[in-house]
C-alpha cells in the first residue's frame, strides 16, 4: 500500500512539474491588446506546466495590469497548447474625484482615469470609496453604496446620464444632460423614477430645466414641479 501511495504521489508531482510543458500560447479575442502585449503581463510562460496553474489567477494578473481585459477563457491541451480567449472590458460610468475620472467596466472594475470627462459615460459624484486603476472599487459608504446601486437599476430606463449622491439625503439625478431632477431622499425612489419618466415624456426632447420631486403626505402620490426655458411653474399629481 505503502509502494503504491508513493509511486501515486511521484506521478502527480512529475505531472505537475515535468510533463505536460506548455509548447504554445494563442491569445485570440481581444480588439484592445495584442496578443504580444497579453502574453507578457501573463504568470505562466513556454515551459511551464500547463496543469500547475490557477486559471484564476491567471485572469487578476492580467486584468491588473491589462484593465481592459474583461476576462480570460482558458483552454489547456495536453499536447502543450494553450488557448486564451479574451473578453474586452466596456467603459460603463465614471466616478468623478480630485484626481479626475475614475472609469469603470459594467463590474466594478475601474479600467482608467480621465483628466477631463469622459463623454457617453454615467457620471457619478459624491462617492466614497477607495479607487485604483486596475482593482475593483471598493465602496466605503454602505448606505450610499445601496442608494447607488438601486439609481443605477434604473438608470437606462429612465436615460440617466450623472448622479449626485453626495448627500444621501439630498439625491439628484441629470437626465439626458439636460434636465437635473431633485429626488430628495432615496424612499421611494422606484415610485419617484417613475413619474419621473412620465414628466420627461410630457416634456419633449431638447429642452432644458429642473425638475423637483416632492414627496407630499396629504395626497396619494407626489407633487412634481417643474420649470423648464419653455415651461413656466407647474404642478402634476
Same mark, same amino acid.
Not at 500560447?25 to 500547463?50: F, M, Q, R, T, W
Not at 484626481?99 to 459594467?106: I, L, S, W
Not at 472599487?137 to 437599476?153: A, P, Y
Given at each position: 500500500? =505503502?509502494? *503504491?501511495?508513493?509511486?501515486?504521489?511521484?506521478? *502527480?508531482?512529475?505531472?505537475?512539474?515535468?510533463?505536460?510543458?506548455?509548447?504554445?500560447?494563442?491569445?485570440?479575442?481581444?480588439?484592445?491588446?495584442?496578443?504580444?502585449?497579453?502574453?507578457?503581463?501573463?504568470?505562466?510562460? =513556454? %515551459? &511551464?506546466?500547463?496543469?500547475?496553474?490557477?486559471? $484564476?489567477?491567471?485572469?487578476?494578473?492580467?486584468?491588473?495590469?491589462?484593465?481592459?481585459?474583461?476576462?480570460?477563457?482558458?483552454?489547456?491541451?495536453?499536447?502543450?497548447?494553450?488557448?486564451?480567449?479574451?473578453?474586452?472590458?466596456?467603459?460603463?460610468?465614471?466616478?468623478?474625484?480630485?484626481?479626475?475620472?475614475?472609469?469603470?467596466?459594467? &463590474?466594478?472594475?475601474?479600467?482608467?482615469?480621465?483628466?477631463?470627462?469622459?463623454?457617453?459615460?454615467?457620471?457619478?459624484?459624491?462617492?466614497?470609496?477607495?479607487?485604483?486603476? %486596475? $482593482?475593483?472599487?471598493?465602496?466605503?459608504?454602505? @448606505?450610499?453604496? @445601496?442608494?447607488? =446601486?438601486?439609481?443605477?437599476?434604473?438608470?437606462?430606463?429612465?436615460? *440617466?446620464?450623472?448622479?449626485?449622491?453626495?448627500?444621501?439625503?439630498?439625491?439628484?439625478?441629470?437626465? &439626458?444632460?439636460?434636465?437635473?431632477?431633485?429626488? %430628495?431622499? =432615496?424612499?421611494?425612489?422606484? $415610485?419617484?423614477?417613475?413619474?419621473?419618466?412620465?414628466?420627461?415624456?410630457?416634456? #419633449?426632447? #431638447?429642452?432644458?430645466?429642473?425638475?423637483?420631486?416632492?414627496?407630499?403626505? &396629504?395626497?396619494?402620490?407626489?407633487?412634481?414641479?417643474?420649470?423648464?426655458?419653455?415651461?413656466?411653474? @407647474?404642478?402634476?399629481?
Amino acid at each position: 500500500v =505503502s509502494l *503504491i501511495i508513493l509511486l501515486l504521489v511521484v506521478g *502527480i508531482t512529475l505531472s505537475l512539474t515535468v510533463f505536460f510543458p506548455i509548447t504554445k500560447i494563442n491569445v485570440s479575442g481581444s480588439k484592445i491588446y495584442s496578443a504580444e502585449e497579453i502574453i507578457d503581463v501573463l504568470p505562466i510562460s =513556454s %515551459g &511551464d506546466n500547463i496543469l500547475s496553474f490557477s486559471a $484564476e489567477k491567471v485572469e487578476a494578473v492580467a486584468r491588473n495590469r491589462l484593465p481592459y481585459i474583461k476576462n480570460i477563457e482558458v483552454k489547456r491541451s495536453l499536447d502543450g497548447n494553450l488557448e486564451l480567449k479574451i473578453t474586452d472590458a466596456k467603459e460603463k460610468t465614471a466616478y468623478e474625484t480630485d484626481d479626475g475620472f475614475y472609469v469603470a467596466g459594467e &463590474d466594478g472594475f475601474i479600467l482608467n482615469l480621465y483628466k477631463k470627462k469622459p463623454k457617453k459615460l454615467l457620471l457619478i459624484k459624491g462617492m466614497d470609496a477607495e479607487i485604483a486603476v %486596475g $482593482e475593483f472599487i471598493n465602496f466605503t459608504d454602505d @448606505g450610499k453604496n @445601496g442608494i447607488l =446601486s438601486e439609481l443605477l437599476s434604473y438608470s437606462e430606463k429612465s436615460n *440617466i446620464t450623472a448622479i449626485d449622491i453626495t448627500d444621501e439625503y439630498s439625491l439628484t439625478v441629470y437626465v &439626458d444632460n439636460r434636465l437635473e431632477v431633485y429626488l %430628495g431622499t =432615496s424612499n421611494n425612489i422606484k $415610485e419617484k423614477l417613475s413619474h419621473l419618466n412620465s414628466m420627461v415624456e410630457t416634456i #419633449g426632447k #431638447g429642452k432644458e430645466g429642473k425638475i423637483k420631486l416632492l414627496q407630499r403626505m &396629504d395626497l396619494p402620490a407626489y407633487s412634481i414641479r417643474i420649470r423648464t426655458q419653455h415651461h413656466a411653474h @407647474g404642478q402634476i399629481r
